[in-house]
């Protein structure tokens, strides 16, 4: 069985581009946005999001520059570009199809559920 837990950084990359839409951000904005914005279960770790940045950033989807205007030690900066833009609507493309393949997963479970052949909370 594939563990829940493997599969929760799969979108972390899209929730990044989308929260970069708001504005530039650092890591550690960006890291406690993700953790007030989503469930507790998937405890994202600062390391996952840095990692996810850096190749958010090789593939050209967000470019980063140092702040050193606030004091204490410099920040580096990120911001979504055109090519991150673009991606983000793929994940968007993704996404939907996704949850739709989820809903009828839903759908054809709660049908056995109802139907008395599972138990909803076995």
Known sequence: MVSV?????R?????????LLDGEAHGGTLWSKLKSLLPDQWNID???VYRTLRDLEERGAVSSQWMTEEPGPPKRV????QKGLEELYEWR??????????DI???RFDEHVRSGRLHEDA
């Not at 837990?5 to 950084?9: G, I, L, T, V, W």
């Not at 493309?93 to 989820?102: E, F, N, V, Y």
């Open 93 to 102: 493309k993704d996404i939907l199809m996704r949850k739709q393949s989820l």
């Open 46 to 48: 600062s390391g996952a």
């Open 11 to 19: 979108h972390l990359p899209a929730f990044l581009l989308l929260l």
């Open 78 to 81: 990120y911001a979504i570009t």
């Open 5 to 9: 837990m493997q599969k929760q950084n």
């Open 105 to 107: 997963f839903l759908s």
